[in-house]
């Protein structure tokens, strides 16, 4: 799926906000490079499937998984399914 200028824009605003430990490498990649997660909820819920998680302030855990509550991934994963 391609990136439009309104996904652009609202991309933009939400990395505006927040501080990302891996550069926002997920957006740089032109949203390719994304870590593996499973969807719930229409992107309102993220679960990291990443066998290897690299610490990441927006990650945490709940029972035997982790999810994800970072704005931008959740964004992406809303969107583009990915």
Known sequence: MEITAEHKTQIEEIISGMECSKDFKCYKSGIEDL???QIFK???LVECLEEH????????DFGH???CKCPLRRYIA???KK
Do not use: A, I, R, T
Request: include cysteine; charged fraction near 25%.
């Open 78 to 80: 809303k969107h583009f």
């Open 42 to 44: 229409d992107g309102e």
């Open 65 to 67: 998984g982790y999810f």
């Open 35 to 37: 870590c593996k997660v």
């Open 53 to 60: 998680l690299q610490p990441c302030k927006f990650s945490f």
